[in-house]
């Protein structure tokens, strides 16, 4: 839910009610969300660049507010890699309890909780941001398709293609191919993970045709 006030002022863009639309999806009743931004440029069909920038406008103009582990007397690094937001739906609620921005977390996609998985190396949470991109790759591809919203993945084949090294812009073509081919074919439209195992099968062949591993 998000406040009807934001569809009356005309300082926001069709872009920016898209984005707040998007947070709403994932707010519990405390109004709290903490979706990935590429999840939200996925579900509102708006690039990363203008998310980001309508994120910080609604912000700005208080319909959403940032919420950071200090409010809550946590410590800095305590949710992860993803900020936490709460839409504003009159415009002057408090700061929600801490109790109230944790139970946001079971709403969310189970591919944004690699953006808060506790992460020790450069390497692995290189491998987490490009597993998001991948998830938000196959998100378009299928979107692209059949010009519906894809349904949540789970978050361990994208990781397993993040190693493999598949690249999300190809993945993305390859998923709308493929799904169109099935949907033109009248048959089963193919699922997430069979998508992944036949984009890293794809990718572990092109690479020994060329001479290449993926450690290469």
């Given at each position: 839910?998000?406040?009807?006030?934001?569809?009356?002022d005309?300082?926001?863009?069709?872009?920016?009610?898209?984005?707040?639309?998007?947070?709403?999806?994932?707010?519990?009743?405390?109004?709290?969300?903490?979706?990935?931004?590429?999840?939200?440029?996925?579900?509102?069909g708006?690039?990363?660049a203008?998310?980001?920038?309508?994120?910080?406008?609604?912000?700005?103009?208080?319909?959403?507010?940032?919420?950071?582990?200090?409010?809550?007397?946590?410590?800095?690094g305590?949710?992860?890699?993803?900020?936490?937001?709460?839409?504003?739906w009159?415009?002057?609620?408090?700061v929600?309890?801490?109790?109230?921005?944790?139970?946001?977390?079971a709403?969310?996609?189970?591919?944004?909780?690699?953006?808060?998985?506790?992460?020790?190396?450069?390497?692995?949470?290189?491998?987490?941001?490009?597993?998001?991109?991948?998830?938000?790759a196959?998100?378009?591809g299928?979107?692209?398709?059949t010009?519906?919203?894809?349904?949540?993945?789970?978050?361990?084949?994208?990781?397993?293609?993040?190693?493999a090294?598949?690249?999300?812009?190809?993945?993305?073509?390859?998923?709308?191919?493929?799904?169109?081919?099935?949907?033109r074919?009248?048959?089963?439209?193919?699922?997430?993970q069979?998508?992944?195992?036949?984009?890293?099968?794809?990718?572990?062949?092109?690479?020994?045709?060329?001479?290449?591993?993926?450690?290469?």
């Amino acid at each position: 839910m998000i406040g009807i006030r934001a569809a009356r002022d005309k300082r926001l863009k069709l872009s920016d009610i898209k984005v707040l639309m998007a947070l709403g999806y994932h707010a519990n009743r405390a109004g709290v969300c903490w979706p990935s931004i590429a999840t939200l440029e996925a579900e509102s069909g708006v690039h990363e660049a203008t998310v980001i920038r309508s994120l910080n406008l609604l912000i700005e103009l208080g319909f959403v507010r940032r919420l950071t582990p200090g409010m809550f007397k946590q410590k800095r690094g305590v949710w992860g890699f993803s900020n936490r937001y709460q839409i504003l739906w009159a415009g002057n609620e408090e700061v929600p309890e801490y109790e109230e921005v944790l139970s946001a977390g079971a709403l969310q996609h189970p591919d944004d909780r690699l953006q808060d998985e506790e992460t020790h190396t450069q390497g692995s949470q290189r491998e987490n941001h490009i597993a998001t991109q991948l998830i938000a790759a196959y998100r378009k591809g299928y979107a692209q398709a059949t010009g519906t919203p894809a349904p949540p993945v789970p978050a361990a084949p994208a990781l397993q293609m993040a190693d493999a090294k598949v690249k999300p812009a190809w993945f993305q073509a390859y998923v709308a191919l493929s799904i169109s081919i099935a949907g033109r074919a009248n048959t089963q439209l193919p699922s997430f993970q069979s998508l992944a195992a036949e984009a890293i099968a794809h990718l572990q062949t092109a690479n020994a045709r060329s001479g290449f591993t993926s450690d290469g």
